[in-house]
């Protein structure tokens, strides 16, 4: 299925560098990821509805090509609702949420989404856990899966050397042979985030990446992401403020509370905002 393209259609967004004020974004009809204008994703009034309980109330927001948007709220504040919206798994009752200026995420299935470009890590990690550290990223290159294309697959050059740029990227290339299984748990996180980044995507969404990990692999893993930016968009929804203040930067972050955006701004402003102290932060 083929997403639709949509005819020209305004809508008023948030500025693209997420700096503050209004702009209107023009949707020209085409094919393909279009991010003229600076935004590869957009929710628009949002609303998803459980039998009259309401995960997600006229959501609004935007993510820049490139920006690192950190996600916080309470639990029940609808942040892991907003990414099932984002990756298909959940339908909209109503509202819009585009990637880029054209690709309907509504209108495709959770294959097409990823296959456009979204890749989606989850909290706990899954990895091949028999399989070696090369063999899992090799396995999770973007190639054709058919039955006999994979039979007869061979790595080109090109191949190669993602795979090693990857694994020097999450810093595992010395255990490169080592199976899967026998690594830490964050090691294990970076290796399914190396697995994504195998598949070339435009946008990450990271839920709780670095729960469970010890402070040491926390601070890794605030590096890793802050390499990332700029090259990929990432969406990173985390409960650990100190992670989220070493990745936020001077960046946006928004908070989520009962399915709609709270506040929104850099880290200071956040935690200085009375109704972000009452609802989240327990000041």
């Not at 994703?41 to 609004?60: H, P």
């Not at 899967?180 to 985030?193: D, N, T, V």
């Not at 990446?209 to 802050?226: K, S």
Request: aromatic fraction near 6%; proline fraction near 3%.
């Amino acid at each position: 299925m083929t997403p639709q393209a949509h005819s020209v259609d305004t809508v008023n967004n948030p500025d693209m560098n997420g700096s503050g004020g209004t702009v209107s974004y023009d949707r020209v009809a085409q094919q393909g990821l279009d991010t003229t204008h600076g935004v590869i994703l957009y929710l628009e009034d949002i609303c998803v509805d459980f039998d009259g309980f309401k995960a997600l109330n006229n959501l609004t927001l935007d993510i820049g090509v490139g920006e690192l948007r950190c996600i916080i709220g309470p639990n029940g504040a609808g942040k892991t609702t907003m990414m099932d919206v984002i990756t298909g798994k959940t339908r909209p009752t109503s509202g819009q949420v585009f990637f880029g200026q054209t690709l309907d995420l509504s209108a495709m299935t959770e294959a097409q989404i990823a296959h456009a470009g979204i890749g989606r890590k989850f909290q706990r990690p899954t990895v091949f856990e028999h399989h070696t550290i090369y063999e899992n990223l090799e396995l999770a290159l973007k190639t054709d899966k058919a039955v006999w294309p994979t039979l007869f697959a061979r790595l080109n050059g090109q191949q190669r050397d993602h795979i090693h740029s990857t694994l020097e990227l999450l810093k595992l290339e010395k255990l490169f042979n080592q199976a899967a299984g026998l690594l830490s748990h964050g090691q294990k996180q970076w290796l399914e985030i190396g697995m994504l980044l195998m598949q070339d995507p435009k946008l990450l969404l990271l839920d709780e990446p670095v729960a469970g990990m010890t402070d040491a692999e926390t601070e890794r893993t605030a590096e890793l992401f802050n390499s990332l930016r700029g090259k990929h968009s990432l969406v990173v929804v985390e409960h650990d403020m100190d992670f989220v203040e070493s990745i936020a930067l001077d960046g946006k972050v928004t908070v989520l509370c009962d399915g709609s955006v709270l506040a929104e701004g850099n880290m200071q402003a956040v935690q200085n905002d009375p109704r972000v102290i009452e609802v989240y932060l327990g000041r």
